[in-house]
């Protein structure tokens, strides 16, 4: 017997999105909010000014359908995000037109790493006995998880499980990167669990080809393994594959297989292959770069930092940085380079291999000035 509802739907452009939204909802029974309560939506809007090729922050103009709908029914939106360790989730928001979609229905944006932050015992934890999470998210009446669809280097896919991260300040991002993140996924889901997961499948980059595809789709679900599941087989993926989705199944946070689905039939748009490898090759294709990134335990932070430090250069010096080598995380041992950038404090201990970039994470502008001085330096 079916356990789980999933609503998949597609929409043809933006003029349908509301009502393929709705649809969406009304699939699944997913009207969880009552006349006067306060709902945090909770997207994904963990960058900016990075080479956006599209389907990496959830689209804007989903969240303020969703956000019209609360009202319609009474209740008070809000929309609230933290960016990754190192970024400023007010620029994000910025960039990404989220203050736009704010300010035209009057409703609060939150940068929540404004806020304080509470410490949750996790039940039968695989690595993290607490959580430390933000105190709006876990006081709010209700929860709205709204992941973009996409692919990530360690964890394969970023969908809703993944996207909880952003409910926990930077400190407790830390310890998901450093003590295990595929277990640390699931320990926070133990603890914060939304009401409802809208998913945005409206562009989706698929790193491997470096391409962005225009798949318009919503996937809707109160089960957010049940949901990434079905995601991940839109996405030609099976789900036992990815690790974090088949732990929290096993850790009984949702449903795998039993899954009814309404709305569209559930068949492969794409298949999603991965080839991450460490190579930045892949996130760099139309500049001529063979840079490479060793490391174990890294956080998001230092990928992206590291990765925009690389791009500032390219397009303000025109230079090549092929053949630089960068170090982040635990790694134990230097690799045998001579363009070596030790990046983060985590990596302090290898400082004397090559350069090193000191912050967790390092700036940008440190990042730039130190690849500058390896590609300027003397064989
Ligand atoms: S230095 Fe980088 S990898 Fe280490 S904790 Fe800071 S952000 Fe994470």
Redesign the pocket.
Known sequence: MPTSKVSFRRFRDPSDLKSTLKRCVDDIDGVVWRKGETVILKPNVCLYRFPCRGGLVTNPMLVKALAELIIEGGAEPVIAESSI??RDTSESFRMNGYEEVARSLGIKLVDLKGDEYVKLPVPNPYVQEYILAFKMVVDADRLVNMPVVKTHTQTLLSLALKNMKGCTPDIQK?RT??MGLEYSIVDINKVLKADLIIEDGTLVYDRERDKTLQLNFIVASRDPVAADATVARLLGNDPEMITHIKLAYESKLGELYNIEVLGEEVKPLITLRYNFKGNLSTSFRNHKIDVTIHER???S??FSQAKQSIYNVIVDDDVDVSGIDIV??DVEEAPASNKLLIF????EKLRGAGVYVR???PKIEDGENAIRRLIHKKE
């Open positions: 360790v190192g830390r990167h450093r335990n890294a956080c932070g230092c982040m995380g983060g404090v985590c990596a912050g967790c994470p």
